[in-house]
Structures are given as C-alpha cells and as structure tokens.
C-alpha cells in the first residue's frame, strides 16, 4: 500500500542550537481530491522551514512551499483513494505521521463565518470539505442544492481516522433552520445521514460538537484540535464490501455497499494480494470513501443468508462477510470440527464502524446450545474460543443482539483454529536521535493462546550506519512481555522506514511490530527512524 | 341479640331475589359446628367492611403507611390478610381475646373504654359492636367455609338529573360469587369529584348546589368502585331549533351540540377569520402568522380557507418542533442525571417521530421495546432514566393509558380497582429490561448505557413475596415468546384496537392542546371516578383514531376543522359557567417557548441559545437545561424534575413584570437592528406601521380607536418616531391579547 516516499527536495540545514523534533497536529486540508494539487496548512510546532515532507501513500507527492506551515499536495489522477500518511523532518528529528485522505471527490475548506444560515457556505457540488469547529460554541453551516428525489450523504470524519477529540453532530436543515435529519453516533463517534429531498430546493448542513470525553457542560465545544473532512454527495459513498476479508493469493470479487452506488460500483475485482501484505485498499474511481480489508490466508466467504434449518455450509478456517437485512434475522453457519479441536471464533462489525452489535450461538447436531458470545472484553464485538464437545458438524447462528438490521448492519465472522501466537507493538511512529547517544525502543510482546516460544526481535530495513541490537523475549519472565531494543549510529542519516521484525529462532515464523492503538488498522503503518 | 350484620343480607336464587325476613332469616354461611341460630361471622364480608366504615383504616388513621401507634391496617381494608394478621397475630394477639371476646383491645379502643387517639368509633350497644363481638366470640377466623367472596358493587341510580336544591339517595348493592347481594349503602364511602355542583353525604345521600353543572359521585365499597353521574341542566328552556340549527362541520360537532343540549347551554358565535387564524397558527405549529399571511387570509373568497389553512399548517415544519416539545416535557429526563448525549439524542428521537408523522401506536411501540445504545437510539434512554420495574410501569400506564397506578405501589388504588398485584404483576413486563455500558453517575452521567433483553428477570409482590407472571392490568394479552422481551407483548397489548384506554388517552391529550381543557381533566387520569365531560365524543374521537391508523395530524384535522374548534371566547348567558363542555372557546396563555419565539420574531430580534446552532427558536431547544430567563418565568419545567411533566397555563404577577420590565426583552424592542428600528426609519405613514405592528402582535387590523390612540402617541412632541414605534411594540406585548391564545 505504501508505495512511494516522496522527500522534498529540501537539504537539512545545521543548525546551531539543538530543537525539539517537529510536531504536526494537523492538516487543512485533510482530505484531498485525486488529480488536485493543493497548498495545505499544516499546523503544529517547526523550529525550521522549510522542513523535509515524508509521504507514505501512492500516486501522492508534497513538499513544503515558502511560507512556513505551507506544503503543497500532489496527487496522481490515477492515485488509490485511501488514507495516507504525511510527516515532516528536519534535522532534529521526525514528526508523528497525520492521516491525508485522499478521494474521489473534489477537496474544499471550510471558510468561516459559517455559523448562521445566512453566512452558510455553499457546496456547490458534491465535496469532501476539510473544517475545523475552531472555538466552544462553534457551528459551521454548509449549504447544498438538492433535486426532488435526491439523495444527499453527509459523513464526518474526525474523531476516528483524524483523531479530532470531538463528538461530532450533523443536521440537515431547511434554510430556516428547521431539522430535517440529525446523526450523531454513525462511525464510532462519528456522525453520518442520508436525506432525501422530496422537494427542489437549498437545504443547509450542520457541523458542531461535544467533546469526545462526555462532560456537564451545556454547550457546543471546539478547539483546535477539533478538526474534521465532511464529505457532502448526492453521488456514490462506499460504506462496506462483501466479503469483509481478502484471501491471501486469490483475486475475488467484492459486493460494494452504500448510498447512490452507480451500478458499475457494485462489482469490484480485487486482484490476488500477496500473504505478507496485512491489508487491501478497496475504492472506486467512481464513488467517494474507501476501505480497508485485511489479508487472511483462508477463505473469505460472502453469507448466502442460510438459516437454522437450512445453514451455509463452511469449511475452516474461514471468514464471512455478511448483511442481516430482516428484523430479528440471523445467518446460520454449518461446519465440521473434531472432538476436542479448538476453534477461535468470533463475529466483528462495531469495532469496523458499524451499528451491528453481533452475538452468537454454537449449536451441536442435535441442536443443543453449546456456546454463545456476546461482548468480549468488554467490547460490543463478540469472540470466544470453542472447544467441540465431540466431532460432528456444529451451527454457528449470528445476529445483532437487539434483533436489529439495515444497510449497515454487516459482520465478519470468522473461524480458525487456536493456535498460539505473539502480536508486537510499539508506541510510537517516528524515532529520532542524536547518533552519539544510542535509542531505546520498547517493544510490547503480546503473547497469545500459550505462545510460548523464544522470540529473537530486532530492527531491519534500517539505513546504512544504524545498527539494532537482538532482543531475546523469553517465554516467562519481564522479557515475555517487553524487550528494549537498542539503536546505535555510526553518524547522522537520512529519514527512512525500518521494521521491528520478531522470529522463532529455527522456525518460520515471523511477525512485525504495529503502532500500539493505531485507529488505522489492518492498515499497516511504516515505521520511521532518523539519526542526526 | 340476633347478629345485626344479616340485617343486610339479601339472597339470589336462579336470577330471581328472595328478600328474607332479616331478623328471622338463618345464617347465610354457617359455620361447622356452629349452632344455626349463631351464624357465623365472616372476617372479610362482615368484619372488615364495618372497619373501613367507621374509618378506622383510613390514610390519615390505622390506614397511614406507618400505621397508627403501632397499629397498622391496610388502606381502606384492600388487604384482608395483612389486617387479620395485624388483628389476630400481632401485638402477641391482645387486640382480639376469644378467651374474654368483651376485653379485646379491638372493642374497648374503639368503644373508648380505654383511652383511643381516634375517639370512639363504635356504641356498645349498636350493631357494629355486635358483630365483631360475635366474630371473637366464634373464634375469630379468617375465612368460613364456602364463604363468597365480593365481585362488584352497583349504586342505583347510576345516573340523574336533578334540579338545583334537590336531592337524591343512593342505594350500594354489593355482589358476591354465590349469587348472593346485599344492600351495602350503610357500608360505604362517598365522594362527590364536583362537590360544589353536587354534594353527597355519609349516608349516600346527594344533594344538588345551586349551580348548573355535572359531578360523578364516587361510591366505594371494600374494594369495589361504582359510580353515578349527575347533572343539573341550566334552567330555562332553550327551543330545540337553536341546537338543529347549528353548524355541524363534522361528529365533533354534533356530539358537543348534544351535550350542550343535554344541559341546556348554547354555544357561543363562530370566531372572526382574524383569530381563528392565530389560534390556528399558535396551536398547530406554535407561531404567530406574519402580516403577509393575515392579510392573505383575511382576503381569501375561500368557503374552506378555514380547512385549507389547517391543511397547510400541517405540512409546515414548525408543526414538529411544536408538538415534540410537548412530548418532550413528558419523557425527556434531565441530562445531567442521565447524560447530555443520551438526552441529545433522546429529543431527536421524539422530533424525528412528529418529522416523520410515525403513526403514534408504532411512537409508543418503538418507546416501550426500545432497546439498543443510549447514544444511538435515543428512545432507549428511557429505560436509562427510569430503571426499576416499578417505576416504568407507573409512567408507562400514566402517558399512554391515562391510568394512574402510583398509589397501588403501596396499596390498593383507593379510587380505583387496581391491587398491589394487578400493579407488580404489570411491572413485571419490564423485568426482563438489561443493561450494559455504563450506568448513571451524576451530575455528567455521560457514559453509553445498551437497552436489551436479560435472560432472566422478575418482579415479587412486596409483601407477600410471590414472584409475579407479567399481567395486563385488563383484558388478556400473549405470553412472550421463548427469549422474546416481555415488553413487545405488552406493546401489543397497549396499542391493541380493543384497548380503549390507548387511544382516549392520547385523543384527550390531543383535545385538551387544541381545546383549552380535556374531554377527561386531569389529561392523563382516565378512570371511572373521573368521568369525561362528553363520554360519547370521547369514544367518537378515539374510534376515528383508530380508523385513520393513530395518524395525529389526522386527529388535529379533525378537531382543528369542526366548528367548535372555530367558536368564539365570548361567553353568552347561557354559556357564562361552563368551564367543561367546550361551549365557547377557552382562552389559554402562550407556552413559554411560543411566546419567546413570537417575542423573538415580533421585535426582529432572534433569542440566541447555548448548545443550539444560530437561528434556533426556543421550540427546538434540547433540554430544559438551556438556560433562558424567560422560558423559567413562563412556566417552561424545572429541569430538575423527573418527567412527565404537565405545564401548568397560569399567569403570574412574575410573568407580567418579566414583560413590563426585563432587560432582555427591552432589548430586542429598542434593538437597532430590530423591527422597530427598521419601520422607525422607513417611510412609512404612522398608520401603516400600526398595522405592521397590531398585524404581527394581535394577527389583526386595528380598529378605528386604535388607531387613533398609535396616531397619539406618534404625535406626541416629546417623542421620537422610533421611540414611537417601540412604546407602540412594548404596549402591545404587554397586552392579554398577546400573551394568550383566543
């Protein structure tokens, strides 16, 4: 996914005085269109400029302009819808990486005073807008044209994939000010509506927000940190596809869902990815959003609406993707498992940003209840770990718990076997450091299901002069948790992605550290690393 | 001394009643044993009824929750196991001695041989006396064998018409499960619910006032309710043309015409254009209309512009907002009990459902079955706000069935029928509601709370401890299903076509918004001791609810167009008293957020509002939390009180000085950027801005005086034209004429 590495043509300059390292809290815009070059803000804390931009997404250029807080965008026409990440760097170190969307639709900025009706900025066509609620009480108003039978889409991005601590609301209202549609919670914390005008005419969109941390205060909060990309269509906005998973090695097909699909959008070929790649950019070049599926080395299925008394047959492992479209409906699953044999099975939608809030029962031929899930680590998502009672075939039933459905009540379930296993993370992005003194990176072990194997962790990919100590985690002990690696340079060196890689010494077996917490996952973000 | 208690009894054979010789007849229930010339006493027929008629369980004595000097009996006797085990077993059962029946503590208290707070209730030689003694004298028993036990009680007559002054004696049968009455009138309470109309006494014996009206006298008998309405028509005769007369826009109409004829009242005349458009505008979507629209309407040749205007009025967005914030009085909790966010999206939930015109059977459906995250599915806050079993089944039987049960919590209904067990086995529709997330933590309660359905749940009688099956409180309604919620039967049993309660109650609702006073007052207190004003009308309006699918704009139509809706308020000598049969319109004062937002645009001025977008009016205001000096002034609910809450209408000495005097509202008259301001500096004649200004304030042209008076004050020589222009605005909002409704 990370294709290119775009580095501005910018020396690193000395200086001097020791800086901190620079900081970007955020972008404006946000979101950019494919095919747009566009001169950004980024906002945050730079000792120096220009600085060096550092690009992780492909078809998508940048370099800082002369005016400080200034980079100008490129993005390919040709470039993949998604999330990419922009960093800077100057020569005391790197800043933590700030997601940049890029889409289908044509970017635009929120241009304040937007708060009443009658300063409502006009979108004039379907849009991705880059805002901010700048200050408590912040409103900001857009306002869209819309035919009789139209149907407009207004999704908010902001506290999930921008990380904005707000709480965003969206309103669709007649010029007046009169509610016509309200949507607080769509995407997480995150707002989404449909309305479709039944009537010609100007209609307003309404941003504003409480802070994410729920507090007592009567009012509409913003800061600025309250940034948010509000995307305003009457055009296709892709919300899922189905199956919800990728099998590693096989090209397959998707069913894209969502709002005004065009036709030719609902089929989309997904080429073979390879198994060492996590995850899928899903888009099309025709509707705005994208998506994200993770890469399973198994089958991925899409729910053929089996029941009870009539269920899918699946093999395992396996993933599913499905969509309950009738109230109190659920999808029945059959598969075959050996006395004893232990089987990890769980059923994904909240977390991925859907309203569907998934439980499941496991019957045995007879049609005893032999296991049921609902919320798991205290978590809506529903997950356990089956042990067969006895080899037969067993029915999975999933269902949201409320008996609910919809457009957007789609789930993943999947079935594998437990097998022990490690996850790595690391807390941070970005490391720099002065080349005389060596860095330190913890590296959280996350053992699993009686993993219980020697791991030997190090970094690799690092530039010529780094070199990364091998950390032994043994299975008990403080190492079984946490190892410390340890970085050294021979001299100063040039930004550059690297992987903190762990291995079962003598076996194939192979996992790379993640960013502790990334809201961006399955996306794999790059690791980047600096010695001045 | 032959037992005084079979004085009474009367028998039933094969439908036919055989009136016995009362001091000659045998026992009714004779007891094993016992000799028939001593017929045994029977604790709850006998003993029980003479307690409650001598008061000595009632609330404010031996009845009180916490008894009375260590003496406690069930409320008015709607507990005969407690009360014989209170009599017999507590107080190491002193109060009753069968080894010496003449010194129980039972008989001396209450013939006052020993000293008794509550005086003495009973002679020794009556027969009162006589029959408790003789039931301690037989040992005392809770039950006979193949004793009956009471099913209902009838009062004859159950309805009269009497003239003022006159009177009228009742007679109480009360029946049994053997076939057996008995005269009971002795036994019984009374209670007039219009006991200036009509009084009756101890002895059941009512007595007209001096004044024409309607009461219902209430007669209770142990735990047997029945009822008899009476009316005193208005004296005089009224030729029966007047009422065939009348203009009858549809069965509202002819149903109020009956009434009015019933007790010979007379309408009053039809109200002009002018004011059936304001009323119009301020009751079906809580605005003024503008000068544009009055003089629209005051020239349009339509015969139906009346119809028409209705029509348009409800297609217009205000009407949403305007209605949701009545329901939202009554479900939406206090956020900073339950959460900001829950209540955000609680009240969109409520405007959403009035946007959408949701038929209200599936509003109340959706309510009552919610479940799902407090911050998605705002209607699931309710189960956040009210958590017990108890609590939900006394709020939900109140908004949508109008029947009160808060006092069978703790006792029987005193003025209804309704047991402890009718109310827990009610509540434990809600047994079964779970929870997951987080629970409140005032004062910011903030977290998400998901509704759903518990495995397992139930609610047990508080005294007796038996866990109760989930029961209608009448009728019959469908088990739930395996893992079904309990709470989808009772919605259907709720909303059932044959539940009459479902829809009375929201027809009366709706009735009383638009009418000034409900068919049943208090709104949501339907019950058999509170009879409607127009029984039938009642019936009529709920029956075309139903037949129009529980549509309430379609309901608002209805009243909105017949004729009574369009009366005038200007009473007529006929028609000066009555205050319940809608025989002219009734005025009412403005709800606090209507009369700021007609404030807001009067003076041009819009109110601005924390935790609202700009160009908000005060009908879409979220939580009561919003702070406003003036919708606290005007009534709006204390947001600190747990919902329902009923506005009261009144008017208040703080009302008029908010008017006259706050800074805010001076303000918006003598804004620069406000309407004064803008006619001030137009080029207007002084006239013509007095029609601008009695247009958008009254709805209506000046008259000749009127405009007399403006043209005075414009000539004033120590006034400006703009300071004209806003004395003239301040005047007229200082006025009923603007603060009402007429």
């Known amino acids: ?532 | 001394m032959v037992a005084a208690h079979l004085r009474h009894w009367l028998l039933v054979a094969a439908g036919s009643i055989a009136v016995l010789a009362a001091l000659n007849c045998p026992a009714v229930v004779a007891q094993e044993g016992a000799s028939p010339a001593e017929p045994a006493v029977s604790f709850e027929l006998d003993v029980l009824p003479i307690l409650t008629a001598r008061g000595c369980n009632m609330g404010a004595c031996h009845g009180k929750a916490r008894g009375q000097n260590g003496f406690k009996l069930s409320l008015l006797g709607f507990d005969p196991e407690f009360d014989y085990s209170a009599l017999t077993q507590q107080a190491r059962g002193r109060r009753v001695f069968p080894a010496a029946p003449q010194h129980s503590l039972l008989l001396r208290k209450a013939t006052g041989q020993v000293p008794h707070g509550g005086g003495r209730r009973l002679a020794e030689d009556g027969d009162d006396y006589a029959t408790i003694l003789r039931w301690i004298e037989t040992g005392a028993t809770r039950r006979i064998e193949g004793e009956p036990t009471l099913v209902r009680v009838e009062v004859a007559p159950t309805e009269r018409r009497l003239r003022p002054g006159e009177s009228q004696p009742l007679v109480v049968t009360a029946f049994y499960t053997d076939g057996s009455q008995r005269d009971v009138t002795g036994r019984s309470g009374f209670q007039s619910n219009e006991s200036a109309v009509v009084a009756v006494n101890d002895q059941g014996v009512i007595q007209a006032g001096p004044i024409p009206g309607e009461a219902a006298i209430m007669v209770r008998y142990m735990s047997q309710i029945a009822v008899c309405h009476v009316s005193i028509p208005l004296e005089g005769e009224v030729p029966e043309a007047v009422y065939a007369e009348l203009p009858r826009n549809n069965f509202v109409d002819d149903l109020v015409w009956a009434k009015l004829q019933s007790l010979g009242i007379t309408p009053s005349p039809a109200a002009d254009d002018a004011r059936f458009l304001r009323r119009a505008h301020l009751d079906i979507i809580g605005r003024l209309p503008t000068p544009d629209e009055v003089r629209g309407f005051l020239a349009d040749p339509a015969a139906n512009k009346r119809e028409q205007l209705v029509d348009r009025l409800l297609d217009r967005p205000e009407y949403a907002d305007h209605w949701a914030n009545k329901w939202a009085d009554l479900l939406r909790p206090n956020p900073y009990r339950v959460g900001i966010k829950a209540v955000l999206n609680y009240d969109h939930w409520i405007r959403d459902s009035f946007r959408r015109n949701q038929p209200y059977d599936q509003f109340v459906r959706e309510l009552v079955t919610a479940e799902g995250s407090t911050w998605r599915n705002g209607a699931a806050t309710l189960f956040r706000d009210r958590r017990e079993p108890e609590e939900l089944a006394t709020l939900v039987s109140q908004l949508f069935l109008g029947i009160r049960l808060e006092c069978a919590k703790c006792h029987h209904h005193p003025f209804e029928k309704w047991s402890q067990e009718d109310f827990y086995s009610f509540a434990g529709y809600f047994a079964r509601v779970g929870r997951k997330g987080t629970g409140l933590s005032p004062p910011i309660s903030g977290g998400e709370e998901i509704v759903l359905t518990a495995k397992s749940g139930s609610v047990r009688h508080p005294l007796t401890g038996e866990q109760l099956a989930a029961r209608p409180l009448f009728g019959t309604a469908r088990d739930a299903a395996e893992n079904e919620d309990p709470r989808r039967p009772l919605a259907d049993w709720i909303t059932a076509e044959d539940n009459p309660y479902f829809s009375q109650v929201i027809v009366n609702r709706v009735w009383a918004e638009l009418m000034g006073r409900g068919l049943v007052d208090p709104i949501d207190d339907l019950r058999l001791t509170n009879p409607p004003s127009n029984g039938p009308l009642l019936e009529a309006l709920a029956a075309e609810f139903r037949r129009q699918g529980c549509d309430l704009k379609q309901l608002i139509r209805t009243i909105a167009t017949s004729h009574v809706y369009a009366l005038s308020s200007e009473p007529n000598p006929r028609n000066v008293a009555d205050n319940r049969n809608h025989s002219r319109h009734y005025r009412t004062r403005l709800r606090a957020e209507v009369l700021l937002d007609a404030i807001s645009d009067i003076t041009g001025v819009p109110e601005s509002f924390s935790a609202m977008p700009p160009d908000s009016r005060a009908n879409q205001i979220w939580t009561h939390r919003v702070s406003s000096l003036f919708l606290d002034t005007f009534g709006r609910p204390d947001p600190n009180q747990d919902p329902p809450c009923e506005r009261t209408g009144e008017a208040t000495v703080t009302q008029t000085l908010h008017l006259m005097n706050a800074p805010q509202l001076h303000a918006k008259v003598t804004s620069d950027k406000g309407r004064a301001a803008a006619l001030a500096s137009s080029d207007l004649p002084v006239d013509e801005i007095a029609e601008e200004l009695y247009l958008r304030i009254y709805g209506r042209l000046p008259d000749d005086e009127e405009r007399e008076v403006v043209r005075q004050i414009f000539a004033d020589p120590d006034t400006t034209r703009r300071r004209a222009t806003e004395d003239v605005m301040w005047a007229l909002l200082n006025t009923a004429e603007f603060v009402f409704q007429d």
Request: charge should be negative; aromatic fraction near 6%; include cysteine.
């Open chain 1, 1 to 532: 996914m990370w294709a290119s590495l775009a580095l501005a043509g910018v020396l690193l300059a000395a200086s001097p005085l020791a800086a901190a390292p620079p900081e970007v809290k955020g972008l404006l815009p946000a979101a950019v269109g494919r095919g747009e070059t566009v001169s950004l803000t980024v906002e945050g804390t730079f000792a120096e400029w220009p600085v060096r931009v550092l690009v992780d997404g492909a078809g998508v250029t940048a370099e800082a302009e002369e005016t400080k807080g200034r980079v100008r965008v490129q993005v390919a026409e040709d470039a993949p819808a998604g999330i990419c990440l922009l960093r800077v760097a100057d020569k005391q170190g790197l800043s933590a990486a700030r997601p940049l969307i890029i889409d289908a639709l044509p970017s635009l900025v929120e241009k304040e005073p937007n708060d009443e009706a009658k300063d409502a900025q006009l979108v004039e066509r379907s849009s991705i807008v880059s805002g901010q609620l700048a200050r408590n009480g912040d409103v900001d108003t857009y306002r869209v044209r819309l035919d009789a039978g139209q149907t407009l889409i207004a999704s908010l991005a902001a506290h999930h994939v921008l990380r904005s601590p707000m709480d965003g609301v969206l309103q669709v209202a007649t010029p007046a000010g009169f509610v016509l549609g309200q949507s607080d919670d769509e995407r997480g914390l995150d707002p989404l509506l449909s309305y479709s005008a039944s009537e010609s005419g100007e209609f307003l969109v309404r941003v504003f927000a409480f802070p994410e941390t729920p507090n007592s205060t009567i009012g509409f909060a913003g800061g600025a940190d309250f940034r948010y990309c509000l995307t305003l269509t009457t055009g296709g906005l892709l919300d899922a596809a189905l199956p919800m998973t990728a099998t590693a090695d096989q090209p397959s097909q998707l069913e894209l869902l969502g709002w005004n699909l065009p036709e030719a959008a609902r089929l989309l070929p997904l080429p073979a990815a390879a198994a060492s790649q996590p995850a899928v950019g899903v888009w099309h070049a025709d509707v705005s959003g994208s998506l994200v599926l993770p890469v399973r080395s198994m089958p991925s299925l899409a729910a053929t609406g089996g029941t009870l008394a009539e269920p899918q047959e699946i093999p395992l492992p396996a993933t599913v993707g499905g969509r309950l479209t009738a109230e109190r409906s659920g999808h029945a699953f059959r598969f075959l498992a050996g006395k004893g044999q232990a089987l990890r099975i769980s059923a994904d939608s909240f977390a991925l940003g859907y309203p569907l809030d998934p439980k499941f029962v496991i019957l045995d031929e007879s049609g005893k209840q032999v296991a049921e899930a609902d919320d798991t680590n205290r978590q809506r998502d529903a997950s356990l770990v089956f042990r067969a009672p006895a080899e037969g075939p067993y029915r999975v039933l999933v269902g949201d718990l409320h008996g609910q459905h919809g457009q957007r009540f789609v789930y993943r379930l999947t079935l594998e076997p437990v097998e022990p296993d490690a996850a790595l993370t690391v807390a941070q992005d970005a490391f720099s450091f002065a080349a005389d003194q060596p860095l330190e990176i913890p590296v959280t072990i996350d053992r699993r299901d009686g993993f219980d194997s020697e791991l030997e962790i190090t970094a690799e990919g690092l530039p010529d002069g780094l070199s990364a100590s091998v950390e032994k985690s043994a299975a008990k002990g403080d190492s079984a948790k946490q190892v410390k690696l340890k970085l050294t340079a021979s001299g100063a060196c040039e930004p550059a992605r690297f992987r903190v890689v762990a291995r079962v010494p003598g076996a194939d077996w192979q996992r790379e550290a993640t960013l502790a917490g990334d809201p961006l996952q399955p996306l794999a973000r790059p690791l980047w690393i600096m010695a001045r």
